[in-house]
């Protein structure tokens, strides 16, 4: 991976992502899929309807983004999203029977994370 590339989605963009974790669809008895999906930080986007994509930036607001994360039954695990429209989003499959996943262990993330609900 070009270094400059990765960087540039970093310093030539304002903010940061949020990386929000949304169960998926069971892939079999087993394991459920989850989606790993980044979207442009703002604090203020929920008091005055800010626009997520102003100003505009080349990147479209994606970074590439080393995502560290474990739940309550596996060890830690790594996925790198990419700074692209067809893979700023991952995919990664956990046993069923998770209870909990932590993203961002250690605060050692530039990003914030968003869980589900339940």
Request: a neutral charge; proline letters at 8%.
């Amino acid at each position: 991976m070009n270094v400059e590339t990765m960087m540039n989605t970093w310093t030539l963009q304002m903010g940061y992502p949020l990386i929000s974790f949304m169960r998926g669809d069971t892939v079999d008895k087993d394991k459920q899929g989850w989606c790993v999906k980044q979207s442009r930080f703002l604090s203020s986007a929920q008091l005055n309807g800010s626009d997520p994509s102003s100003p505009p930036s080349r990147y479209n607001y994606t970074w590439f983004v080393p995502v560290q994360f474990m739940t309550d039954i596996s060890p830690p695990q790594h996925i790198l999203l990419n700074a692209t429209h067809n893979s700023s989003n991952g995919h990664v499959e956990l046993p069923a029977q998770v209870k909990w996943v932590k993203a961002n262990l250690n605060g050692s993330g530039y990003y914030r994370v968003q869980y589900p609900a339940e």
